[in-house]
């Protein structure tokens, strides 16, 4: 991703990549190199109030102020019902290439995890019900998932921002 890009632009770049709807609300957490603080950056809102509120606005954070060789890595959270965590963490710095749009998914693992799925047990349950074609839910769990839901698939050509 672009060194200008904001926190806002890092949380649609997940969205693409999980094939996610940006239903539910989010936050990362990173720690401030400037202070050395654990800094909450999210959407600005009365949505948050409940949640303690992010301090940092993702609109005004940029990626080039907390991602360094030295502090490489952010939790996002996404779905605090689902309590999806992802972890975000900085490989290295590339020169930016003429004529390259980004951001530009490279490698991922796995098929992206269905939103409103239930958080990771819930998963784990649907992965349960498919490999089990006479399970009372096998069909309506195919039907939601599409026929052809493959859980291990991940082609990198098919993200798209």
Known sequence: M???????????????VMDWEDYHLHEFEMVNPKTGMLDKIGAEGDDFDAFGGPLVSEKKAKLSDYFTLENKEALYTYDFG?????????????????????????????????????????YEEMLEVLKDSEHEEY????????????PEYFDPKDVSF
């Open 139 to 150: 069909e309506d769990t195919v039907l939601w998932l599409g026929d052809d839901f493959d």
């Open 82 to 122: 689902d309590n999806w965590q992802v972890k975000v963490r900085l490989e290295k710095i590339l020169p930016r290439k003429e004529g390259v749009e980004y951001p530009i998914c490279t490698a991922g693992k796995r098929a992206a995890v269905p939103e409103d799925s239930g958080g990771v047990w819930g």
């Open 2 to 16: 672009p060194e200008n890009y904001t926190f806002l632009d890092l949380h649609k770049a997940i969205q693409a």
